[in-house]
């Protein structure tokens, strides 16, 4: 089976901007998970979708959000980006309660 | 707030030696327990899962389990300089079975 795809590797947006990542699971998982990561704060949850519903969500503002398609595939936005959020954002998917199976992420710079 | 604690490290072992790597979880109900490694650049791979008490053994890995305790524990045996990465201890707990994360331990096999 085909890993975790996410597109794209790298993104350089600026300030006030906005940004869209996207994910595709590996084939027949439904859940999607989204996690930011940085070096001072480690993984934190974005939020998890399954069956295009969000099903759980961490402590982002309201500039993040996402969305989930029919396909399983999902995308998260963030908009008026801030310096802050720089990171790697690491999508993740999996079957009912298996493990998570990351991708190879999204390295965001926001200048 | 669930919670996951790991220590930070660094953790230095020489080759060969056995590397013990220690997790703590604040939710009592918590299901499900996983092992991920992550090279620097890189995204978390999943190593290990346990999901009873007990040992769990895959070649130079053991995961350890004690509920009671809320105790999460990963051995390395023969330890190899390619074991050098960091160690996120992920616990899965509630009804949607959300992953929460520790802040990882980084491990430096020496040569």
């Known amino acids: 089976k085909a890993g975790v795809t996410q597109t794209p590797r790298y993104l350089i947006k600026t300030r006030g901007q906005q940004v869209t990542l996207s994910c595709s699971p590996i084939?027949?998982?439904?859940?999607v998970s989204w996690y930011q990561q940085t070096p001072g704060q480690g993984l934190q949850f974005l939020f998890e979708?399954?069956?295009?519903?969000?099903?759980n969500k961490g402590n982002f503002p309201g500039r993040f959000s996402g969305r989930q398609f029919s396909n399983s595939r999902s995308e998260m936005n963030v908009s008026t980006l801030e310096l802050g959020d720089s990171a790697l954002y690491l999508c993740?998917?999996?079957?009912?309660?298996?493990?998570?199976?990351f991708g190879n992420g999204t390295r965001l710079t926001v200048t | 707030q669930k919670e996951v604690e790991q220590n930070s490290g660094p953790l230095s072992v020489p080759e060969g030696a056995i590397a013990s790597l220690n997790c703590t979880y604040s939710?009592?109900?918590?299901?499900?327990f996983f092992w991920y490694r992550q090279y620097s650049g890189k995204s978390p791979e999943l190593i290990m899962s346990?999901?009873?008490?007990g040992d769990k053994e895959d070649g130079r890995f053991t995961a350890q389990l004690n509920k009671a305790s809320q105790y999460v524990s990963l051995l390395i045996r023969d330890s190899q300089p390619s074991d050098s990465a960091t160690y996120l201890c992920?616990?899965?707990?509630?009804?949607?079975?959300?992953?929460?994360f520790g802040s990882g331990t980084q491990l430096t096999v020496l040569p």
């Open positions: 992920a616990v899965s707990s509630g009804s949607a079975r959300q992953l929460t």
């Open positions: 993740a998917s999996r079957d009912r309660d298996s493990p998570l199976h």
């Open positions: 939710d009592r109900g918590s299901q499900s």
């Open positions: 346990i999901y009873s008490n």
């Open positions: 979708y399954f069956s295009e519903t969000q099903r």
């Open positions: 084939s027949g998982h439904r859940s």
